[in-house]
């Protein structure tokens, strides 16, 4: 309990000045302007119509349906849920980290909380499809390990009379579905339980993977229609994402170690990252993909000394971006290839190879230093976090934050335009649209 209390503490300080926010960018599309949550008819076309929502996550929609009961448009609800919701994120990612025996697993549950990466997602109101997704996630891998817990001889989970419980197992696969409901990126949730048995019993037995036919066919049915709303309901479709699979290569390959990277320096934050130029003729941007490919390979020849635990978490990591690397149509690809809150279930893998090497390091009696130097860690990406929460007051604060950090960034400067001229600031208006074109 003091761990989990530990971690909220955490998390509402340094979110606190998050409360003061306002909406931002996609907040008027999902929430500010949405007449879908005026009434019990548009709850139903919520759910109903896949035309009705520019994306097909009816548990997004409807958590503000209810709340724009309560709250109506006061920003203030909002983040409060948001907040909450990252909270108990934290809180189950140490559990289940604890469950599955992960050395410092609470370290890395505090990190995956108040890391600087993190606050795109918590700051957004839009991106309430991260939280409500990661927590079903969390909850559908928590119940399936108690179901199937990969460190018991044979995975065999049953009660006093020798049956196992797949009531469960139902409740698994039904926080799948809420998780899908919420954002299809979680459809990897079943590849990363396969994973899990591998890295405890070195092998994928044929019982686990016929438990995953029902998830994988889920994932795979959301994930097609949401590839399709993408491309013909948002717009992800055109010359910007005209691309060869070798250029999607490249692109997947420099994201990956741009995501590890930030999250090693966080530093600088952009809310759009600069979007590189792509050209599979220049031989240095061939190095991503395969570096990164190397470094899984020589985590897979040396698994018999280190153990398998560093490659599960680098696939984890992978694996879990592979929606958001290129490979698919998305439509932040029009203006960048990356984005913090693209990563924030993947960025698990990465801080649990760090969280473990430091327990390892420290051994089983923690030093007095070692303590200050974790504490201080804390205390920088907290402080980090913290200092994000100007950032996102308003549509003004993030486009001029933005551009600040990335001038080229067209579409920062036409809705900074935008937001200028709603203000009836004609001449900047003007300026930024001149710089958008």
Not at 67 to 96: S, T
Not at 145 to 158: C, E, I, M, Q, V
Not at 183 to 207: D, E, G, Y
Request: aromatic share 18%; glycine share 6%.
């Amino acid at each position: 309990m003091m761990g989990a209390g530990l971690l909220v503490v955490m998390c509402c300080i340094v979110y606190s000045p998050f409360f003061h926010n306002f909406f931002i960018w996609d907040d008027d599309e999902y929430l500010t302007k949405n007449l879908l949550l005026n009434d019990t008819d548009g709850l139903k076309r919520i759910w109903f119509d896949l035309r009705a929502t520019i994306q097909y996550y009816p548990l997004v929609f409807t958590s503000f349906w209810i709340e724009h009961k309560f709250w109506a448009l006061d920003p203030l609800g909002y983040h409060l849920d948001n907040i909450i919701i990252h909270c108990i994120n934290a809180v189950l990612l140490w559990r289940i980290l604890y469950f599955l025996g992960v050395k410092g697993s609470w370290l890395a549950a505090a990190i995956f909380a108040i890391h600087p990466i993190q606050a795109e997602s918590v700051a957004w109101i839009t991106e309430r499809k991260n939280l409500l997704s990661g927590l079903f996630y969390f909850l559908s891998l928590y119940f399936f390990l108690h179901f199937y817990n990969p460190d018991k001889p044979l995975n065999f989970n049953g009660n006093q009379n020798g049956k196992r419980p797949w009531t469960i197992y139902g409740v698994s696969l039904f926080f799948f579905l809420c998780a899908l409901w919420s954002k299809t990126v979680t459809s990897t949730l079943p590849a990363v339980i396969l994973l899990i048995h591998w890295w405890k019993q070195n092998c994928i037995r044929k019982k686990i993977f016929l438990m995953m036919i029902p998830y994988f066919t889920l994932g795979f049915v959301f994930s097609i229609i949401t590839i399709q709303l993408e491309k013909f309901r948002v717009g992800a479709i055109g010359p910007e994402w005209d691309f060869s699979f070798l250029d999607r290569l490249l692109i997947a390959g420099r994201a990956l170690w741009f995501y590890i990277g930030k999250l090693v320096w966080p530093n600088p934050i952009i809310f759009i990252y600069p979007r590189w130029s792509i050209d599979d003729s220049i031989w240095w941007q061939y190095i991503y993909p395969v570096t990164f490919l190397f470094l899984i390979f020589l985590l897979w020849h040396w698994r018999k000394n280190i153990g398998r635990g560093p490659l599960t978490a680098i696939l984890f990591f992978a694996g879990s971006l592979f929606p958001a690397l290129g490979f698919f149509n998305v439509y932040p690809m029009r203006f960048s290839f990356v984005a913090d809150h693209f990563q924030y279930l993947s960025c698990i893998g990465i801080i649990v190879i760090f969280s473990s090497g430091v327990d390892k390091i420290t051994g089983d009696k923690k030093s007095l230093a070692s303590f200050i130097l974790l504490a201080a860690l804390l205390t920088t990406l907290g402080k980090l976090t913290w200092n994000q929460g100007p950032v996102y007051k308003n549509e003004l604060s993030l486009w001029k934050d933005t551009i600040k950090k990335n001038p080229k960034a067209w579409m920062a400067h036409n809705n900074l335009g935008i937001a200028l001229f709603a203000k009836q600031k004609i001449e900047e208006a003007i300026s930024h649209y001149k710089m958008a074109i």
